[in-house]
């Protein structure tokens, strides 16, 4: 099994800052892609942030020259710095992986997601 935890969360007011954090642990053999998403009340879950195993990141437009999305694969972690951030960046984020593991013989690739982290902002 695996588990991807994450932290950070807050509240905040409009024009700080926070960064999330996501570590994974378990039946790890490699993490390939890693992602942040986020789901606002009454709203569907969203992409925020994508980066690959070799540091390419794609974000969602809304969070471009504000967020900022790295790794660090020798923890299994996945960071989500957030800059400027607005009243519309409120969601509970959750993390993304996917994981490669070995099962007897086989390979296997799975995704796993995290169990979210509050974010609010307000003043």
């Known amino acids: 099994q695996v588990q991807l935890v994450e932290s950070g969360g807050g509240l905040v007011q409009p024009g700080g800052s926070l960064r999330l954090s996501c570590v994974a642990s378990?039946?790890?053999?490699?993490?390939?892609?890693m992602g942040w998403y986020r789901q606002a009340p009454g709203k569907q879950r969203e992409l925020v942030a994508t980066?690959?195993?070799?540091?390419?990141?794609n974000y969602v437009d809304s969070v471009k020259g504000r967020f900022t999305i790295s790794r660090d694969n020798a923890k299994n972690t996945v960071y989500l710095q957030m800059n400027s951030l607005k009243p519309e960046d409120a969601a509970v984020y959750y993390c993304?992986?996917?994981?490669?593991?070995?099962?007897?013989?086989?390979?296997?690739?799975?995704?796993?997601w995290g169990q979210g982290t509050q974010v609010t902002v307000s003043s």
């Open positions: 993304n992986g996917d994981i490669l593991q070995k099962e007897g013989s086989r390979w296997i690739i799975r995704g796993y």
């Open positions: 378990g039946s790890i053999f490699r993490i390939n892609g």
């Open positions: 980066i690959t195993s070799g540091g390419s990141t």
